[in-house]
């Protein structure tokens, strides 16, 4: 499921590209959200409740960066916290 994931982000950030240079820019930041959000998807794996991850959560998982360095406290800030503000702005 990961690299599917991964693939569907990378198909995602090839449409903002293209919609970016055809001037299109909401569309292109619209893309852009679903890339970044299929690759923390991808990275953080399926969430422990079995449902979908949920826009907001799944930045706030992702920031933590206990996925990527399992020691790292799940309260606090990030490893990624500056990545938090970048997210939020696309999902907006």
Do not use: C
């Amino acid at each position: 499921m990961t690299r599917y994931r991964l693939d569907f982000a990378k198909k995602y950030l090839e449409d903002a590209i293209e919609l970016f240079n055809q001037k299109r820019f909401n569309s292109s930041a619209s893309r852009a959200y679903y890339a970044s959000y299929q690759a923390m998807w991808s990275a953080l794996g399926e969430p422990t409740d079995g449902k979908v991850w949920r826009h907001l959560g799944i930045i706030k998982h992702f920031v933590h960066g206990y996925w990527f360095a399992p020691n790292q406290q799940e309260t606090g800030p990030g490893l990624l916290e500056d990545k938090r503000l970048p997210l939020r702005r696309l999902y907006t």
